[in-house]
């Protein structure tokens, strides 16, 4: 079901719109409890990362389900692998992640992204030495 689910949000999101989870068709709509009502959470628990658009926050949570992170090609029909993730957060292609792929997903969701710490630190540096 993810994988149907999944295709028909990449091709909406084509069109400029990611449908919260209570909006989706019937046959798509997740058989859990929590998931039609007023106080649905996480209605948005299903996020299209777009091509021309910022990413969603890469958080170590995409270990667990990659539905906050879809590709955004519809023919791909899968969520974003550890290397586009690292992408996401700016390590270049040739940079190792040790262990099994969720302990990847987890380093790549846990760090400080490599081009905000490179700022970070040019910024300490120039007040240490003013």
């Given at each position: ?14 069109r ?8 989706l068709?019937?046959?798509l ?29 890469v ?5 667990k ?7 955004p ?28 792929r ?29």
């Open positions: 079901m993810d994988l149907a689910r999944y295709a028909f949000l990449a091709e909406v999101a084509q400029g719109y990611t449908p919260r989870v209570d909006e068709p019937l046959g709509v997740p058989d859990h409890r929590n998931v039609r009502g007023d106080k649905t959470p996480f209605r948005d628990r299903f996020k299209v990362q777009a091509w021309d658009r910022p990413s969603s926050t958080a170590s949570h995409i270990s389900d990659g539905h906050y992170y879809i590709h090609d519809p023919a791909q029909v899968r969520s974003l692998t550890v290397r586009e993730a690292a992408r996401l957060q700016t390590f270049p292609d040739d940079y190792f992640f040790w262990g099994n969720t302990m990847q997903y987890h380093q790549v969701g846990n760090a400080v992204p490599p081009l905000l710490a490179y700022e970070i630190g040019k910024k300490v540096a120039e007040i240490l030495n003013a």
